[in-house]
């Protein structure tokens, strides 16, 4: 009786483990969408013009929203704010199904980044303490979907980050991955930790630098100085509340938040890509009790955008210096890059085999993914020049792309046809959402969440 329950089994747990594929809508339950953070929704969606709804004011700035669900699969919209609170919304109307807050009393605590959700409908969120002048403390913690705090997990060795976490499910575990920086300032390192959700408790399975930094090295291009204005500055532009804005739109100082990992499913063991804001760009991989690192490359303290993994393996990111590079994600030989002229704080959006859309500052780029190449068609130059600067990064559905920035941009694949809405004034920093119906959930820079009907 035995063996006729394997086959079942071994193909529920390849679902549960690859996720969504290709062509189908997924959960936007993770920071830019899925796992391998692509930031792509495949459903038909229409122009985002007029909101549904919009919520009350939040402190909300880095933090973008994610998509779950409560028992009767009616979806769920999760964010953080900078006082410390995790709320969860109804996509109905945009009322609060519940808050939690996850500041200690009298401390200084912010979150920063987006929570990731489980397929158990379980949220996992980070946030970070300030402990001192420039020493910042990170806590992992879980909560399901009716509000229980289940456990935290305050980070060893001063680990601090401003990245998101990244949850994968399995019929045997719920696995998470998160990029931080430990140490002290004088030795500070990146690691990826590995934690298994063990219900009601944690346990850290493996920690595993991707590379070692030197900050004493003439060719090293920090000190211990540099770091400290660093992550001072990070900590500045996203825990100030209202965020720093003038009358043109042109808001943010040239300042990246550390990068999010992408974890790419689909293979017999699972590969964690990062570039890090520290000195390594490289790639681990999960054999089910410990990590290895498959391949890295050191760099010069260079800031990077998260790292966005394609269907066939192609890892891309962008840089302070404008470059957008790619990276065959098994054995990081470098395919192309490409000049985008201005810093890329925001993660790139890849659909398929067909294309990467890069926001840079105030520019939006259209590349072919085959060989990074501007992707030009009849009357289409493959850029578009947006209205005000902006760090958020794109969405994308089958048929649109949704930008953040001193108003709400939709424009279709080739950037010929656009909408604007100009009420809306993004904060910069938080990133859209899409419902699997093609909604479109975005943040203001007065804290509001505001619901777009995406479908036509």
């Known amino acids: 009786m035995r063996i006729f329950w394997r086959i079942p089994i071994l193909v529920f747990a390849l679902v549960a483990l690859v996720g969504c594929a290709g062509g189908k809508p997924i959960r936007w339950g993770h920071f830019h969408g899925n796992l391998a953070s692509q930031g792509v929704q495949q459903v038909d969606s229409g122009f985002a013009l007029s909101p549904r709804w919009i919520s009350k004011p939040y402190r909300i700035t880095s933090s973008s929203p994610v998509i779950g669900s409560d028992f009767q699969d009616r979806e769920i919209i999760y964010i953080g704010t900078t006082d410390g609170l995790l709320l969860a919304l109804r996509s109905e109307d945009g009322s609060e199904k519940w808050t939690l807050a996850l500041a200690d009393a009298g401390s200084e605590t912010h979150i920063i980044s987006s929570p990731s959700v489980s397929d158990q409908r379980n949220i996992y969120v980070i946030s970070n303490r300030k402990t001192g002048e420039d020493r910042y403390r990170s806590t992992l913690h879980k909560i399901d979907q009716f509000r229980n705090q289940k456990w935290s997990y305050s980070f060893p060795d001063n680990g601090f980050a401003t990245g998101s976490p990244k949850v994968m499910t399995t019929l045997k575990e719920a696995l998470i991955f998160v990029y931080l920086s430990v140490g002290t300032v004088d030795g500070l390192q990146g690691e990826l930790f590995v934690l298994r959700d063990e219900g009601n408790q944690v346990q850290l399975v493996d920690r595993k630098p991707l590379g070692t930094c030197r900050y004493d090295l003439p060719e090293s291009a920090a000190g211990s100085g ?11 532009l996203v825990s100030k509340w209202p965020p720093v804005s003038d009358q043109s739109g042109v808001v943010l100082p040239d300042r ?4 999010t990992v992408a974890v790419v499913t689909g293979r017999a063991k699972p590969l964690i890509a990062i570039a890090d804001n520290l000195c390594s760009v490289g790639v681990f991989e999960w054999d089910g009790t410990g990590l290895s ?3 890295r490359q050191q760099h010069r303290f260079e800031k990077h955008s998260s790292v966005a993994v394609s269907p066939n393996g192609l890892m891309v990111f962008g840089r302070q210096d404008g470059k957008v590079q790619a990276y065959d994600v098994e054995t990081g030989v470098e395919m192309w890059d490409y000049e985008a002229t201005q810093p890329v704080f925001s993660t790139p959006v890849i659909v398929e085999d067909r294309y990467v859309f890069v926001v840079s ?6 590349l072919n993914v085959s060989d990074g190449t501007l992707a030009r068609g009849d009357n289409s130059t493959g850029m578009l020049t947006l209205h005000g600067v902006t760090h958020s990064s794109p969405a994308v559905t089958a048929n649109r792309v949704y930008v953040s920035t001193f108003e709400m941009l939709t424009v279709t694949y080739d950037l010929k046809t656009r909408a604007h809405d100009t009420n809306f004034h993004g904060n910069g920093l938080s990133s859209p959402a899409i419902g699997r119906d093609g ?3 975005v943040v203001a820079e007065d804290g509001r969440i505001r619901k777009y009907a995406g479908t036509e």
């Open 226 to 236: 540099d770091l400290v204005r660093f992550y001072g500055d990070t900590w500045n």
């Open 293 to 295: 690192v498959i391949w």
């Open 361 to 366: 500052k105030d520019h939006i780029q259209v």
């Open 439 to 441: 909604a479109v959930y």
């Open 256 to 259: 990246f938040i550390d990068p």
